[in-house]
């Protein structure tokens, strides 16, 4: 039965992440300071790991003038022509056939309120929803789009066999517009461990649902938005109200996509005589099947689109070893930002400050650190600042497609999305080893710098499903995410609790997560160099 799941389609990307992340085991299991070869140069150029210019790069890519980021955008190729220069600087040589750029050919899709209809028919009357205010919505694969059909409640949308989960059974769904809720399952007394408990896994992502959806041949999807999400509908408008990118020439999925406030689906529901937390107990049940609603959805996307020419941005560290240098650490930072949108208090550019400006900025302050080695590792070192990130990990995915190094010579990939702006810490997360003996190993390095590695304290909002780092490790390839901690040396834990929360709740994908003199930079350090302590012992031993 276990050879039987693990290479069902829909299981076979859980079981390669776990693969990946075992696989990084013989990558790095045997590394440790203790094994660090004698007469490393470490410790200078760990030194030299530096406050002032992860501000210089922050500054900059974060700034005004560059609009956000949006890929295709001149303020994106702004940003990557400084990226380059920086790896020109460096004396990092081009990734791929004399090139620094990587292209990643995309699609952008625009589908103004003013010319989307969305009516839901319930109970003999018609209940209007309202572009933005009660819904938003996108068409991946057409311009024009009418879909009219049933609405059927799906529970939360997940076939996790492995799980014993089946929110479809026999239920045929084709053609339907399925309702679904976010996330999965809670664990419940009798179930304690029931979806990996508390910690959210891929099943309860959203870009899983929509994907699950496609495969049963829905027409569409609609996600209820609620606490529940992780984030509020402000987020949902700003990532997902405006331009849409996907990949050009992708294969067609769903008709259309989106989310639905669940204030509005409480009214929609009680039209059709039906209840919202009746049907959500009823999902949270093993025996779910899906429920036909009665309603009836009619929706119309008038939209437009463009061509857009994006590029990852690589520079190449060559292995110094005749049999090891065709062999690679590959370190990612996706540079793509949400460009300019609604504005919010008057601003409307997303700067992007510490998301991901301030990842991309460290990375350029670990490949300067790699640059500054007396000898070059022995295995090749990769940077690669990704684009389209917030589009769905597509400038990570395109990368995987058409990689510098095959994927079976990239022995790790480290990523880092966010570099902390708020001083020293105590702690460090890693993320992609909570359930491998690569752990130890990595709690080594941590300790070498000071620092005590400690789980996610927030696995409820699955990050590293949401980061190129899970792109690498559905494709096989061993992939952490090197986080910064919370616990703030000289903080109490209700102030360092409180930049946190004032960051998810007050700046994330907003136009106030721009930079600010008063950053504190250090703790980007202490991250920086985690991270290039990590890579570097992947690429030695």
């Known amino acids: 039965m276990r050879r039987m799941l693990r290479h069902h389609p829909r299981t076979r990307v859980f079981f390669l992440f776990r693969q990946a992340i075992l696989a990084g085991m013989a990558a790095l299991a045997i590394v440790s300071p203790a094994s660090a070869r004698q007469g490393e140069p470490v410790p200078d150029v760990l030194a030299s790991v530096d406050a002032d210019a992860i501000e ?28 380059e220069s920086e790896f020109r600087r460096m004396g990092l040589q081009p990734a791929l056939h004399g090139s620094y750029l990587l292209p990643v050919p995309l699609v952008a899709r625009r589908f103004p309120a003013a010319t989307t209809l969305v ?23 057409a311009d024009t789009v009418d879909v009219f059909g049933e609405v059927v409640f799906a529970g939360f949308g997940i076939y996790a066999p492995e799980y014993g989960w089946d929110d479809f059974g026999q239920t045929d769904v084709r053609g339907k517009i399925l309702l679904v809720l976010p996330n999965e399952p809670p664990p419940t007394p009798d179930a304690p461990t029931r979806f990996d408990g508390r910690a959210l896994t891929y099943y309860g992502r959203w870009t899983y649902k929509v994907e ?22 402000s987020v949902v408008l700003s990532t997902w109200g405006g331009e849409q990118l996907h990949p ?48 009836r959805a009619d929706i119309q996307l008038r939209g437009r689109s463009r061509l857009v020419d994006a590029y990852n941005t690589a520079g190449l560290l060559p292995g110094s070893d005749p049999d090891l240098r065709d062999e690679a650490v590959v370190y990612t930072a996706h540079l793509d930002g949400l460009g300019t949108g609604a504005p ?15 990842g991309v900025a460290a990375m350029l302050e670990i490949a300067d650190a790699f640059t500054r080695l007396e000898r070059r590792p022995d295995r090749s070192i990769l940077f690669v600042a990704t684009t389209a990130e917030e589009a769905g990990l597509l400038g990570a995915r395109e990368y995987l497609r058409a990689p510098v190094f095959p994927l079976d010579r990239t022995v790790l990939a480290i990523n880092l999305d ?6 020293e810490t105590d702690d460090a997360v890693v993320l992609g080893i909570e359930r491998s003996p690569l752990r130890a190993a990595v709690e080594d390095a941590a300790r070498a710098l000071g620092l005590r590695l400690v789980p996610d304290r927030a696995p409820e909002l699955g990050r590293l499903f949401r980061s190129d780092a899970f792109a690498f490790a559905s494709a096989g390839v061993p992939a952490l995410q090197v986080e910064h901690g919370v616990e703030f040396r000289g903080r109490s834990l209700a102030w360092s609790a409180g ?43």
């Not at 699950?212 to 509908?233: K, T």
């Not at 999925?253 to 039209?271: I, K, N, P, R």
Request: aromatic share 10%.
């Open 248 to 295: 050009r020439n992708a294969p067609a999925t769903l008709q259309v996509e989106g989310w639905v406030t669940a204030e509005y689906v409480d009214g929609l529901l009680a039209a059709a005589g039906l209840d919202r937390q009746e049907l959500i107990r009823r999902a949270l049940g093993q025996d779910f099947q899906p429920i036909h609603t009665g309603i």
């Open 499 to 541: 930049v946190v929360r004032q960051y998810a709740d007050s700046d994330y994908h907003r136009p106030s997560d721009e930079y600010h003199p008063g950053f504190d930079l250090s703790g980007a350090v202490q991250q920086a160099k985690l991270a290039f302590l990590i890579g570097f012992r992947a690429a030695q031993e």
């Open 212 to 233: 699950e959806a496609a495969r049963r041949g829905a027409a569409g999807v609609l996600i209820m938005h609620s606490r529940d999400a992780g984030y509020p509908w």
């Open 119 to 141: 009516e839901f028919f319930a109970g003999g009357r018609e209940v209007s929803a309202r572009p933005g205010d009660d819904v938003v919505l996108w068409a991946p694969a």
């Open 418 to 423: 966010g570099a902390n702006l708020w001083g």
């Open 344 to 358: 919010v208090a008057g601003d409307s550019i997303y700067n992007g400050a510490y998301d991901n400006a301030s």
């Open 56 to 83: 210089a790069h922050l500054r900059f890519l974060s700034h005004d003038l560059l609009g956000g980021r949006a890929p295709g955008t001149r303020g994106d190729r702004l940003a990557i022509l400084y990226v």
